[in-house]
């Protein structure tokens, strides 16, 4: 999809996927944040992952976590730590979860979410070292 911006007009031409909302429809378009983070999911006994923004409950945030030749190695989707399911993105590898971030060495990432307020996330990871 190509897009132009001239003041507050964003004009955009072509893309597939998920139809735009109407016009004259209000919506946030926050910029995607970049992540630094260093280690090898194959090392991974525990992994919490959690989103805080105090002035937006009810915001969702998403984490494109990456390796070093920027492919994707897992994607989340993030609600406020205190909504319905926010605790719910914790892995215990050690005690049977699903390694849903072994293979390469995750090294960077992009988190974005949908609220005008700043938000937190916050990422814990324990290892085998």
């Given amino acids: 999809m190509l897009a132009s911006v ?9 893309g597939a996927g998920d139809a735009l909302p109407a016009k004259d429809t209000a919506c946030t378009v926050v910029k995607q ?7 090898d999911g194959d ?7 959690f989103y805080r923004n105090p002035s937006d409950t ?19 989707d993030l609600v406020h730590e205190k909504a319905n399911g926010g605790c719910s993105k914790i ?6 979860d699903t390694n849903l971030f072994s293979g390469n060495r995750i090294t960077h990432g992009a988190a974005s979410h949908d609220s005008a307020s700043a938000g937190t996330l916050y990422i814990l990871a324990g290892i085998n070292s």
């Fill in 6 to 14: 001239s003041g507050n007009v964003v004009s955009l031409n072509g």
């Fill in 33 to 39: 944040t970049p992540i630094e983070v260093n280690f």
């Fill in 43 to 49: 090392d991974l006994q525990v992994i919490g992952i």
């Fill in 58 to 76: 009810g915001a969702k945030a998403h984490l494109d976590l990456q390796d070093a030749g920027n492919a994707s190695i897992e994607e989340l």
């Fill in 91 to 96: 892995w215990n590898i050690d005690a049977g």
